[in-house]
């Protein structure tokens, strides 16, 4: 892996290169509230942005609160999402989800890691999406393109994303909190892409373990 210095660099050069969260980044995909986000990021998983738009607008024309999505039917939650694919085992979670909201939490949606992790449905990346979007606090939430770039650079090495998450937030430098998971995602969608990574204007190539392998392979 990386050094402690190295991770730093590769940070201030995507710093520089990408342009971070923008004035008009909303919580995860557009909602207004912490619920809404909770749901949404529930919906997006194995799902198309497209598709979860869709179906978390389907469903939040039908409820917006805990205790109005407690009064639908599984069935109704179910035919609302299933543009999102997985529309059963999502609609089943939800109605957890919510039981656990308003026994737990009082139907007020916690804002620490631990308190979303213990919400049927949350995992690390939903919880860390949550808490970055909907709460404003500094963490890098690792999706798909997050945890390919930290294991392709040498970051981290992590098999699993939320491997990653655990060793990214240990590693990056405190002032990259705020705009990594940004900063990351950028980088990965449109220059450490998955198939064919565009090495040849990459800003941190000489820092990469990736580059460095196939370079002399």
């Not at 009064?71 to 939650?77: A, E, G, K, Q, T």
């Not at 890098?140 to 393109?145: L, P, S, Y």
């Not at 930290?150 to 937030?169: K, V, W």
Request: proline share 5%; hydrophobic share 40%.
């Amino acid at each position: 892996m990386l050094s402690a210095r190295e991770v730093e660099t590769v940070f201030e050069r995507l710093a520089e290169a990408m342009p971070g969260r923008t004035a008009d980044a909303k919580g995860p995909k557009g909602q207004p509230d912490p619920f809404r986000s909770c749901i949404s990021c529930m919906l997006s998983a194995q799902s198309l942005d497209s598709n979860t738009a869709k179906a978390s607008a389907a469903l939040f024309k039908l409820a917006r609160t805990p205790e109005d999505m407690l009064d639908l039917d599984d069935r109704d939650v179910a035919a609302a999402i299933k543009p999102c694919g997985l529309y059963n085992n999502k609609a089943r979670n939800i109605r957890k989800f919510c039981e656990s909201l308003l026994a737990e939490h009082g139907g007020v949606v916690p804002d620490t890691r631990a308190g979303l992790l213990s919400l049927p449905g949350i995992g690390r990346k939903c919880a860390d999406i949550v808490m970055s979007f909907a709460f404003g606090q500094d963490t890098i939430a690792v999706d798909t393109h997050v945890h390919r770039v930290c294991n392709r650079i040498g970051m981290t090495d992590a098999r699993l994303a939320e491997q990653t998450a655990m060793q990214i937030e240990d590693r990056a430098p405190g002032w990259a909190m705020r705009d990594g998971h940004f900063w990351l995602i950028q980088f990965g969608k449109r220059v450490c892409v998955s198939r064919s990574p565009k090495c040849e204007s990459c800003p941190v190539a000489d820092l990469c373990e990736y580059y460095a392998a196939n370079l002399t392979s």
